[in-house]
């Protein structure tokens, strides 16, 4: 496949510009550069001027907010078909978060000045780019609720229940997964440090609700797990 064809091939599959007619498509794509990152590697730092609007087509992404003590604040993991910096692209601020590579990863980028363009003559795409950023503030309303109102234990029981019920596969043991993450990456996430992953892990393995190998997930009680999310931990 030709390096053109493959950028058509990654536009046709994001929720951004996916329902682009042919010549749309083709137009836009003609203004696209593919990059690719190495794990670990930086895409954008919070603070930069916005370059662009990067489109994943491989891999993954973690977009993040740091304090001033060094501690993340995971916003978003993003894969294939999403997109990353709408918002700046459109307001000309500087990116309000970062972002890298969880692995290696490839994006199609396309730069502010072309997008902004594109989109004078493509109102239609401007109106989801409204739609995107505002699927995202309302994630990152859920993020500031459950920082608020819940507790640790209960937020790791969500998103060991989501998992259970999004990947987990059913065994005689219980519902089977394997942590999308590490320890410290899940802290990131849950707005914590490591320590208190690991040991609230620890203590819901001590009640009986699951088995810890490692990365290895086996919920014996699920109903018990959910139970928490509404006993308050």
Request: aromatic fraction near 6%.
């Amino acid at each position: 496949m030709s390096d053109h064809a493959n950028i058509v091939s990654v536009l046709g599959r994001s929720a951004l510009l996916g329902n682009l007619s042919p010549v749309e498509m083709q137009a836009v794509a003609m203004r696209t550069v593919r990059k690719s990152y190495a794990a670990g590697e930086w895409l954008f730092s919070e603070g930069e001027p916005c370059a662009g609007l990067f489109i994943v087509s491989s891999g993954r992404a973690r977009i993040f907010k740091t304090s001033v003590g060094g501690r993340e604040q995971v916003l978003a993991v993003e894969g294939p078909g999403s997109t990353m910096a709408e918002l700046p692209v459109f307001d000309g601020g500087a990116y309000p978060a970062s972002a890298v590579a969880i692995e290696d990863t490839e994006v199609a980028f396309i730069s502010r000045r072309d997008f902004q363009a594109f989109c004078l003559e493509h109102p239609k795409v401007a109106l989801k780019v409204l739609a995107i950023v505002g699927a995202r503030l309302r994630k990152l309303v859920g993020i500031i609720e459950e920082l608020s109102f819940t507790t640790i234990r209960q937020r790791l029981a969500s998103m060991l229940v989501k998992l259970a019920q999004t990947e987990g596969k059913k065994t005689q043991r219980g519902v089977e997964f394997r942590l999308p993450a590490s320890h410290q990456e899940i802290a990131n996430q849950l707005g914590t440090v490591r320590e208190l992953v690991s040991r609230n892990l620890m203590r819901l393995q001590a009640e009986g609700l699951l088995e810890v190998d490692a990365r290895e997930v086996v919920v014996k009680d699920l109903a018990g797990l959910t139970a928490l999310l509404e006993a308050g931990g």
